[in-house]
């Protein structure tokens, strides 16, 4: 019994589509239908009904998954066990939330480099949410982000906490005040993407003390929301740790503002079972707590000793 070809049978029963199989194993669509054919052939019964959007299980196919996820389980233990656990081969696919790209993602690269040289990262910068779904979808094996994930197959580490802040540019002429919500209210908001947490916690802190509807002006993209703010569009709630250059250059200062609001939580999240995904997750949890002791806690909080659910839910910071 080859196992590879019971690798592949897995990710089709997860991926449910031979493109995305094919691009996860480094193979062709072709290669994976003959792998599927020839597993077909060994137990003489069909494991897949195809169809041209997706692939769905038979009622076969469903109790040989069972048995074949415990036999890529061993395998890969096994080779674990075999092999050098300090040079890794091959590659680690990392989706990172923009907060962390900003801050100390790089000095996490560099760790990474020198821990596994022969390993090689792929790195993905998209919201909690997208990323958090590619985790499940198995197409990223790591992810540094802003929200805990729940359910089985899934491990959280702490990694640490942004305090987050009102910015705004010098020509809106706000710094030395003391505001409040509502006179934030008369200038455009600019938050992170819709649905997010902080866009959420904006709507309502502004819903009970704002005497009118406000606008809240989304963006996924942490870079679009520093410079419109830093030009003078409006204000926004941004962590200090990822506009210390906007600080230092004067483009963006902090407001005195009698409103808190939540610090933003970083979370690294891998699957169960996954060794070289974990090892790099702790790397992340002692270079962002690094970060905070360097940094000090107006920027950064280094991780608690147990994991506790964050402020909101899932976010896109």
């Known amino acids: 019994m080859n196992l590879r070809f019971l690798e592949t049978f897995v990710w089709l029963a997860k991926l449910r589509n ?3 199989t094919a691009e996860r194993l480094h193979t062709t669509q072709a290669g994976v239908s003959s792998r599927i054919a020839s597993l077909e052939q060994s137990f003489g019964v069909r494991l897949f009904d195809r169809s041209a959007r997706e692939v769905t299980l038979t009622a076969a196919g469903q109790k040989a998954l069972a048995y074949a996820e415990r036999i890529v389980m061993l395998g890969q233990e096994m080779k674990r066990e075999l092999s050098d656990p ?9 989706g990172v939330v923009e907060s962390i790209v900003h801050s100390w993602f790089p000095d996490l690269a560099a760790r990474i480099h020198r821990e596994y040289p022969q390993l ?5 910068s998209e919201t909690t949410i997208n990323l958090c779904k590619q985790l499940e979808a198995g197409t990223l094996d790591l992810v540094l982000q802003t929200d805990m994930q729940h359910g089985a197959g899934v491990e959280n580490l702490p990694l640490a906490e942004f305090p987050m802040r009102w910015v705004a540019s010098p020509k809106l002429n706000l710094e030395g005040e003391t505001l409040d919500v509502a ?46 703010v830093a030009d003078g569009f409006g204000v926004a709630m941004l962590p200090p740790a990822i506009i ?24 690294g999240s891998f699957r169960t ?38 402020a909101w839910g899932a976010t896109d910071a």
Do not use: W
């Open 18 to 20: 031979f493109r995305l």
């Open 86 to 94: 300090d040079m890794p081969p091959g590659v680690l696919k990392i």
């Open 120 to 124: 090689e990262i792929e790195v993905t």
């Open 183 to 228: 006179d934030l209210a008369a200038y455009p908001l600019v938050s992170f993407s819709r649905n997010s947490g902080p866009h959420k916690t904006l709507e309502r802190m502004f819903s009970v003390a704002a005497e009118r509807p406000v606008r809240v002006n989304c963006m996924t993209s942490v870079a679009a929301i520093i410079r419109l």
């Open 244 to 267: 210390q250059r906007e600080l230092g250059e004067h483009s963006l200062h902090l407001l005195r503002v009698n409103a808190n609001f939540p610090n933003l939580p970083l979370v």
């Open 273 to 310: 079972g996954a060794l070289l995904a974990e090892n790099v997750a702790r790397l992340a949890q002692r270079t962002a707590s690094e970060f905070a002791l360097n940094m000090g806690p107006d920027i950064a909080i280094p991780p608690a000793a147990a994991m506790t659910a964050p």
